[in-house]
């Protein structure tokens, strides 16, 4: 009897750490794929006075997020996409909004965007892979980095 006993702590205990190894991998939220991808910001935010063509955006698959400065290299934002709410997708765009937990070390958001330590930021991506983010209604305008293809041979 103690045997047994023995036996079913262990495989409980087995089965408790698996589950709480499966677990680990599934925290980061499921992005839209039109939201996946390198993107170049437009000359300026909607505001028509904030400068921001410097902006490179990057988004992954397991839910990064960064904005930063190309042009000096200087950290933007980043952090982690916690959520992920798709308001609208038809055939032309996808709208909604993400929820980010940004890295308190290189928090230095655009200047028209004012932006605390966790927010919430808007998108709509369009058909043809251009990104809009906007916060307290200023828009940032991207464009898709597009990476020529080279033939080395």
């Not at 677990?23 to 909607?46: K, V």
């Not at 930021?121 to 209604?137: A, M, P, R, T, Y």
Request: glycine share 6%.
């Amino acid at each position: 009897m103690r045997r047994l006993s023995r036996v079913l702590m262990a495989l409980t205990a087995i089965t408790l750490l698996a589950l709480a190894m499966c677990s680990c991998g599934t925290s980061s939220p499921s992005l839209p794929a039109q939201l996946i991808g390198d993107w170049n910001c437009q000359e300026t935010a909607s505001d028509g006075v904030t400068d921001t063509s410097f902006y490179h955006l990057t988004i992954t698959e397991d839910g990064y997020f960064s904005i930063f400065d190309q042009a000096a290299g200087n950290p933007g934002i980043m952090g982690d996409i916690k959520s992920v709410e798709v308001a609208e997708e038809n055939n032309r765009y996808i709208a909604g909004s993400l929820t980010i937990d940004f890295n308190t070390e290189d928090f230095d958001p655009p200047f028209c965007w004012n932006m605390e330590e966790k927010d919430t930021l808007e998108f709509k991506v369009s058909s043809e892979g251009h990104v809009q983010l906007s916060h307290n209604d200023i828009i940032l305008d991207f464009d898709p980095d597009i990476v020529p293809d080279m033939d080395l041979e």
